[in-house]
């Protein structure tokens, strides 16, 4: 099974859906992070036959966002009164390793934010709890393969930046590369500023008024 | 134990009940998917010996309906107030794999929105979280079980249209395929209409007046 | 360890114990369903050494029985507040395979409605969920087995009516066969109109009047 | 490390303690089921590296008892209410099989009645949901060990008679057998109609007297 | 890594600190069980490489201390409300079991009633449900690893007595031992009448008055 | 994948970065340890393909910091309000062991109370519940490490004093060594009295004024 074609691209006004460049059984390859937001109690879902260090990285990709809900413009509520499911295609194909973790992290921000990704665009590195994007391996595999797929800018670690200059250019001249070393860089990147064009509406259960004004915020 | 029997098609008139291609331990059968709803806390269970794929397949069909309640006219209030329990007979017969995600899904979206099914119609297709649908393998071994059976109309992905071209036409010459995409277009296709004879008629708990009069629908 | 013996028969007055005809480690064996609820919060206990298959049996046929309960004069709240716990003796044969499905929903429907079980009564076949019976193997074994142990009548799948008549007639002369394709049949021939001499009395908290009366049933 | 040792006897007058034959990995063996209650919400804990058959036969008995508390005149709040934890020493060994049926059920209703259990009485045998006893192995071997330790009675099923028959009588021309079908008929036998000096008091947290009054007790 | 040094005695003005005598891969060890509360919700935490008999000790003889609360002048509220954390290190040496058995409810019911530990002291025994304490292997090996730690009073189960009087005398002359058959026993002897010098304040949330009032203790 | 580079360092105005010495499947390295809080219900995740044992260290330096709360002046309320995340980049290397035990407390104690960790600092040793640090091995491949690195101040037990005085002092001479026993010892040490510049203000929702009221602190 193709773990993903062109004519993907067209379908760029759905939030949560990022291009990454991950490591599967038959090496470097490109594919589709999908998120999904619904009602629920704040349940996180993985599928797409992940391995547990992938299953890591999404979990810290998760609580990085929920550390950062304020810098990101994300209403908290959202964490506690819906699912998130993600899906990586094709759901047969076992997938591993921490190189999705900034795909993932993006994929997330785009569902929570309802912000627009931009196309063309695909990423790797592996991602820490406070934000730092660490470098991975096969670069050159991952981005001959980006190349070939039509993908016009990609965001890597800085510290990959030398596995880039080791690939001959002249295979790599229509590509663009964000080279990065904080995820708030990524997100700046790979976030445009506006949402698609039928925002999700997020509901809430109204808390008790009594309850609200009498939360207080208050330093430590 | 046989898998399928034709008389079996009579029951057009029971919500949640499919056609699906799928591969078993002796190949691409035949096989039903049932749904069934009753009262709960919106728990999921699946039955029939399936295995790890085919479970995250159902999952991702099972959000994807939850994402897309509204648009497929679903109170999403069923989701946590019923328990939803998929089951692929034979119960003994072991099988795996994405191709009845589109099926799994047509059968929940028939059992939550009560719509008869088409008669005489199978299925197979992987399916997204973003409700893309992807091609799967076996076409040719699916396809000629079909017609033993006597469906009459297949739904696959548009990039098995290449499978079906190379089988000799003659053996499928009653057959008619539609090819889709999305998994709109599965259900457009797939869901009739009109509600069964006899539906399920869904009951809520009445949620506290002062509570939901108060609850806001606001765009994020 | 011996699975059965005829003088327990006489205890037909319990609600609960039905015979069936299943698959063990030494071949297929006459056996007995044992069903008691308790006062509780709706768990489902399996005990017996079951195997995977036949766990999911019961939870299917558990299912079945939810999704009537209307139809069966079945008060919903049973499954809300009363344990299920199904026991099959011995406790250290393993057992496996769907074909104790109807017996094990035959036996359920006699404790959540109290209505006794036709006595000198064995049966075997798969169930689904939307109510079908499926043929089941092993019926010759099963047979002779029933007839030693002094059963009168069995309820068989209609597709297994070509395995009864393989069998040398003269061995089943005193056993009468129920043929059905689904689980209505099976309910209407196991059991008894009339409830056990001592029915069990079903006690539900009272919901909260104010609560009860909002409740609203609407069509979907 | 031995079993089980005779002085243990002195202490009758505590309750949920009882001697039983069962398996371990040295063979048939006398050993002491001992049973707590303490305040909690219902859990049952089970120790003393037991097999999962005498972990179902322990589930068995349970139901048992809650499906039969009012005939056995046990308060139902303290099934919800108090945790029952069962454990048998020595605590190394590993125990197996469902001989200890009869053994824990009686144990547990000791300690939910608080009746004292009769001294010197030992007892081995199977039981089942609806409360049969059924016939268990290495009854000689059993016997012989009860003798060595000063057992004065045994309970056995009716269908282990034949076993005792077999024994040379000399060997056990001081032990009286009862042979029993039902778990009614051990309990008579086994439980003395007082209870402990010390009888465990029962405390219930107070239900809303405006939600009790108004539950009601109806035939289903 | 060493389990045990003797400077670590100068601590005895810490609740729930108790010198045990147990088995380590490398034999017969003296070790430290540490337990730890703090407020939660009553759940039960091991840590330090425990196995499974050892984890069935340590939660045998904390349901032995909830059913005598009242015995041992423990307010029943804590196990409710506080979390208890019992480790042992050296957190890499995997330790098993059942001779820790007294040894750790030593530790719980110092912390609970944050009664100081009798300095210098170590033991070892199983410890049953009911209270009793049964006999241990490897005696010898641990009562010289005792004396050559600075151990000066030994508790153990009154069946060691002949194991101590096989070891040749001039070993253990400076050590006392108390042999004991009940947990009764051992808490006399290990528990000092005091608390510690800082006793922990425990801190429970007021229960509605209405309810506690209500609250009946009655006979069963 | 390397673990860890210099300029990371620079980041020393985030609470909960704590740099550790402990062992992964290439022998002894230098790592940090990541914490994060986000609002929720006070779980605990820990990610970084973390051993049991480490995973056990982890949650005995968490039972210190909740039994020690008021000491370091800490609200215990974030225990209850706030989930805790510990991460160890990189994600993919396989981490085990008991030696990060005083990092990964530190670095709870930095998240918890928003102090300013003392850069160019490392350690190692192992926690246990009161709080004593116990010495770990491969002390002479971790400073070696560590001085590479660029840390210029390092925590060990005091027991490893010894292993310090056989290495060759040219390797070590730009190295301050702190000798400890105590966890206080560790966090007198490691933590700066002043908090990160933005610190994590802590939301708590009110409880209601009659319960806290009424809540009333008694000596046991
Ligand atoms: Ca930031
Ligand atoms: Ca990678
Ligand atoms: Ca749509
Ligand atoms: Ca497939
Ligand atoms: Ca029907
Ligand atoms: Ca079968
Ligand atoms: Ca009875
Ligand atoms: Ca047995
Ligand atoms: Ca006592
Ligand atoms: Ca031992
Ligand atoms: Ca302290
Ligand atoms: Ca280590």
Same mark, same amino acid.
């Given at each position: 099974?193709?773990?993903?074609?062109?004519?993907?691209?067209?379908?760029?006004?759905?939030?949560?859906?990022?291009?990454?460049?991950?490591?599967?059984?038959?090496?470097?390859?490109?594919?589709?992070?999908? %998120?999904?937001?619904?009602?629920?109690?704040?349940?996180?879902?993985?599928?797409?036959?992940?391995?547990?260090?992938?299953?890591?990285?999404?979990?810290?990709?998760?609580?990085?966002?929920?550390?950062?809900?304020?810098?990101?413009?994300?209403?908290?509520?959202?964490?506690?009164?819906?699912?998130?499911?993600?899906?990586?295609?094709?759901?047969?194909v076992p997938k591993d390793?921490?190189?999705?973790?900034?795909?993932?992290?993006?994929?997330?921000? %785009?569902?929570?934010?309802?912000?627009?990704?931009?196309?063309?665009?695909?990423?790797?590195?592996?991602?820490?709890?406070?934000?730092?994007?660490?470098?991975?391996?096969?670069?050159?595999?991952?981005?001959?393969?980006?190349?070939?797929?039509?993908?016009?800018?990609?965001?890597?670690?800085?510290?990959?930046?030398?596995?880039?200059?080791?690939?001959?250019q002249t295979y790599i001249?229509?590509?663009?590369?964000?080279?990065?070393?904080?995820?708030?860089?990524?997100?700046?990147?790979?976030?445009?500023?506006?949402?698609?064009?039928?925002?999700?509406?997020?509901?809430?259960?109204?808390?008790r008024d009594s309850q609200?004004?009498?939360?207080?915020?208050?330093?430590?």
């Open positions: 099974a193709e773990l993903f074609d062109k004519e993907l691209y067209a379908d760029d006004d759905i939030a949560g859906i990022v291009t990454g460049l991950a490591w599967t059984q038959v090496g470097g390859e490109i594919l589709l992070i999908e %998120s999904s937001l619904s009602r629920g109690k704040g349940t996180l879902t993985l599928s797409g036959q992940l391995g547990d260090v992938m299953k890591e990285s999404a979990i810290t990709a998760l609580s990085y966002l929920k550390a950062h809900a304020d810098d990101l413009g994300i209403d908290y509520r959202i964490f506690n009164h819906y699912d998130l499911h993600i899906h990586i295609p094709a759901g047969a390793g921490p190189s999705a973790g900034i795909t993932m992290l993006t994929s997330m921000a %785009s569902i929570y934010t309802q912000r627009r990704v931009r196309p063309y665009l695909a990423m790797t590195g592996e991602v820490t709890l406070r934000g730092k994007v660490l470098p991975v391996g096969g670069i050159k595999e991952k981005i001959l393969a980006a190349n070939r797929a039509g993908i016009k800018e990609v965001i890597l670690c800085s510290k990959n930046r030398k596995d880039i200059e080791e690939i001959n001249k229509d590509l663009t590369f964000h080279y990065v070393d904080t995820v708030d860089q990524v997100l700046e990147t790979a976030l445009l500023p506006g949402q698609v064009g039928k925002p999700m509406k997020f509901i809430f259960p109204e808390e609200r004004e009498r939360e207080v915020e208050r330093a430590y």
